[in-house]
């Protein structure tokens, strides 16, 4: 029916869509404009719908009881319409097209289709207006539905709002293994596994009830079987919520594809990726110490859990013992039955059993302890990884637990080390040939860092061997002194350092102490020690002044940095591994007094009784090694009960804390130490070396004991030869005073050759001094430089047997010189 350009425009109404619904949502009337109203047998408007009201924009008050024609055909048309309307109401029906003008003042055409009203009724009409647009596009929608739903090869489905298959395609029905007219009312518990079927019900209630889609999500069952993944197959679902055009919503559509390939592919690729991570979390993890404990446990903390739920290392306990000659001597190496210690145990199941092989399967036995020693059967699998230095997957054993293993030996520049045995929980996917060659690349890398700790250990203990053989054995002697000493290595059991120190005898009642520090570690810093310290022991024995020793040992730490390759060319190797510092200190226990001269070292700490310990004021100087400059020496009286005490810098210096603060903590355990020697070195250590003990620590502590009164006799006498008599009286009557009768006749004799010699060979005044320590100590001093020379005299001479006497006699002799000339001494044994 044609429109009106000047018809009435009535309030804006909602679509028929908003404003009515009729019958379940989803109904066709939700989605096409539809109206219906009636031409009474007068020829006007008997009826008037609302939706004609709203289709055409006319509220019924104003249609009902309107001509039909007048009021929405144009005049030009009035003569045409009032015929066609003549030949209705006489019957005849009328189907066309007319365009039309809805409430909003939108254009439109719409099919009309008049039918004339049947039986005893008066003549009339019913008219139904379709929009032809809308009719078109809904037509469309359908085609292109079915066509969707039935070509295309992805599987659609549609569930209503109770969550029942409505609507299914072929694909989707291939998929699940029914004929789609099977599926209709379905519900999802009723075609998967219950486990999936309840995450797939809860997935369509959160899309029905919450609006959001859910996409991709994985979903496993049955179906159809796939070559090579029987009951595997894979399925990639998107969800998303149908709503009516009024935005009820009328159920949840979904998507499905086979993604079993593309799974499948992505497990390869993520399994490749862990492959990768692993492999790079063990380069930067694994060989992070030179320790071989460490280095074990290093390995099973990145493969466990990540890529087995037990594991442990063994390695053979001739290699952990330091034994350097080759592994095919190791008893047990060739059929692989050797004795293996378990350095390493991890695993993430509880009550696992660890396995021995019998003849290619595994036989539950009780876990191994780290630490324990055990030894695999010659025909089982381990000892054939052992003895072929190749790995083997034993067949599963009866541990309920494990469901597979894989042994891998540990090998090192062609030598089998020992091996790692990893083991799969139930429930973990068993080993494949790729994990075989991860975990051969893993052990590998970990087998070359458990080499590299081994012949770190045996450097080392060869070093620590060589280092402490080269300490003083026992606990030191000195006259007027009592002594105590510690050495400790450094907590981070890296190498060996270069501290060393020592306590050295001297004639006449005197001790030189010693502690020095050979900058570097190994080896050759020990090696480098050894060398200085035998070196101080021959210097002492030269009897000369501390300034002196340091620097002859200056040039000998010079001369230890010159190095020649094989061709006498000077080498490249540094020398700065052979600069030490020492601290050498001469004490005479006679006078109390102390010489003390210093290359570069830390300054010694003294502490008297009653007072706080301090750091005596001692010249630095330059390092042995360096070169250019004297050393200077010191001298200081020690009172008695006095401590003096020297150490290395690893006691007091840290990264952590300044110098200072580890001086000023030395003193202040040395001043509210223990009486008692030996107990204040450990209180010492205990208190600075949770601080400082990064380092090796050597410490050597002196406690003055002052010698008795008579201990000491002393006797000067004029250079004439009645000198001689009057040294035998009084050394006698000195010996008989103190109840030393048997030593009466051999010191007469001795002391009248030395006087005698001295008289002879000497000038000035003459000196004899006897001393009761551990020994009976003669010395006699005069001023002559010439150095007495034991000879063997001929039998025609008159002379020259006195220095004879005296070595034949004496326990010990010798001579030192002195400032104004010369001492000559021996020693008698009490």
């Known amino acids: 029916m044609p429109g009106q350009p000047g018809a009435p425009h009535a309030e804006d109404v909602p679509h028929a869509l908003g404003g009515h619904r009729h ?20 020829g006007r408007i008997s009826q008037w719908s609302n939706r004609a009201a709203e289709f055409f924009g006319v509220p019924a008050a104003e249609a009902v009881g309107a001509d039909p024609i007048t009021a929405f055909v144009p005049r030009e048309l009035w003569q045409r319409g009032r015929a066609r309307l003549e030949r209705i109401l006489a019957g005849e029906e009328w189907i066309g097209t007319a365009p039309y003008r809805d409430v909003r003042g939108a254009e439109g055409l719409a099919e009309v289709y008049v039918m004339p009203a049947e039986g005893d009724t008066a003549p009339g009409a019913t008219c139904l207006a379709v929009d032809v647009g809308r009719l078109r596009t809904l037509e469309t929608d359908l085609a292109a539905s079915e066509a969707v739903f039935g070509q295309t090869p992805t599987g659609f489905f549609l569930f209503d709002l109770d969550l029942r298959l409505r609507r299914v395609n072929e694909a989707f029905a291939a998929s699940v293994g029914r004929p789609a007219e099977a599926l209709d009312g379905r ?3 009723e075609l998967f596994p219950p486990a999936e079927a309840d995450r797939l019900m809860v997935a369509l209630r959160k899309v029905l009830t919450g609006g959001e889609p859910i996409l991709d999500l994985r979903f496993s069952g049955g179906g159809p079987a796939v070559p090579g993944r029987e009951g595997h197959r894979r399925w990639s679902l998107s969800l998303f919520r149908l709503t009516g055009p009024g935005g009820a919503p009328i159920g949840v559509a979904g998507q499905v594809q086979d993604v079993t390939s593309r799974h499948v592919a992505e497990r390869e690729a993520a399994g490749v990726r862990r492959s990768l991570a692993l492999l790079n979390e063990a380069s930067t993890h694994i060989g992070s110490t030179l320790d071989l404990e460490t280095t ?20 053979y306990t001739a290699l952990l013992s330091g034994d350097s000659g080759p592994i095919s001597g190791i008893p047990g190496v060739l059929d692989g039955s050797g004795e293996l210690r378990r350095v390493a145990v991890s695993s993430v199941v509880g009550g696992a059993s660890s396995v021995l092989g019998s003849e290619g399967g595994l036989v539950a036995v009780p876990v191994a302890e780290a630490g324990g020693t055990l030894c695999y059967p010659p025909r089982s699998p381990h000892a054939r990884a052992l003895r072929t230095g190749r790995s083997v997957v034993p067949q599963p054993g009866p541990d309920p637990l494990l469901r597979s293993t894989l042994v891998v030996p540990l090998v090192a520049r062609d030598q089998v080390l020992g091996l790692v045995q990893l083991s799969r929980a139930i429930g973990s996917e ?41 300490l003083p054995p026992g606990k030191p002697e000195a006259t007027g002194l009592e002594i105590a000493r510690r050495y400790l290595p450094s907590n981070n059991n890296t190498e060996v350092g270069g501290d060393w120190f020592d306590v050295i005898p001297l004639p006449g009642s005197r001790t030189a102490l010693v502690i020095g520090d050979v900058m570097g570690r190994g080896l050759r810093a020990a090696v480098a020690m050894g060398q200085l310290r035998t070196a101080v022991r021959t210097l002492a024995m030269l009897d000369l002044d501390p300034a002196e020793v340091l620097g002859a040992l200056d040039e000998i730490a010079r001369g230890l940095g010159g190095s020649e390759d094989a061709t006498g060319q000077p080498g490249t190797e540094s020398v700065e591994v052979y600069l030490a510092t020492c601290v050498y200190a001469v004490y005479d226990a006679v006078t109390q007094r102390c010489i003390i001269a210093s290359a570069g070292h830390l300054p010694p700490a003294l502490l008297c009784p009653g007072e706080p310990a301090v750091m005596l004021d001692v010249p630095p100087g330059l390092p ?40 000023r903590a030395f003193r202040t355990a040395l001043t509210n130490g223990s009486k008692q020697l030996e107990q204040l070195c450990d209180e010492v250590l205990d208190e600075l070396i949770p601080h400082h003990g990064e380092d090796d620590i050597a410490l050597l502590m002196a406690k003055v004991e002052a010698l008795p009164q008579d201990s000491v006799g002393d006797w000067r006498l004029p250079p004439e030869p009645t000198s001689v008599g009057r040294a035998r009286e009084s050394a006698c009557d000195w010996l008989i005073g103190r109840g030393l009768d048997e030593l009466v006749d051999t010191t007469e004799l001795l002391v009248s050759e030395l006087v005698t010699n001295a008289l002879r060979h000497g000038r000035g005044e003459i000196r004899l001094r006897l001393l009761r320590d551990r020994t009976v ?21 008159e002379g020259g047997r006195g220095l004879q006497l005296v070595s034949l006699l004496a326990e010990r002799w010798g001579s030192r010189r002195t400032p104004k000339g010369k001492i000559v001494w021996f020693e008698l044994a009490l």
């Not at 019958?23 to 007068?42: E, K, L, M």
């Open 187 to 189: 519900q999802p518990a």
């Open 624 to 663: 042995l090694g360096v070169g250019g400059e004297p050393f200077e020496e010191v001298e200081f009286t020690l009172p008695d009960g006095a401590v003096l005490g020297l150490y290395t810098d690893g006691l007091v210096e840290s990264r952590k804390h300044q110098l200072d603060e580890g001086l």
């Open 777 to 797: 100590v003669c010395e006699v001093w005069d001023d002559g430089y010439a150095q007495p020379r034991q000879r063997r005299a001929q039998e025609t001479d």
């Open 430 to 470: 068993p080993f494949d040939a790729r994990d075989v060659a991860i975990a051969e690349e893993l052990v590998a890398r970990a087998a070359v860092c458990v080499d590299n700790a081994r012949l770190y250990r045996r450097e080392h203990e060869r070093a620590l061997i060589l280092q402490r053989s080269l």
């Open 23 to 42: 019958g379940r949502p989803g109904s066709i009337y939700d989605y096409i404009r539809v109206a219906t109203f009636a031409i009474g047998p007068d």
């Open 296 to 315: 074990a446990k290093e390995l099973l903390d990145v493969i466990v859990p990540q890529f087995c739920d037990v594991a442990t290392v063994d390695l």
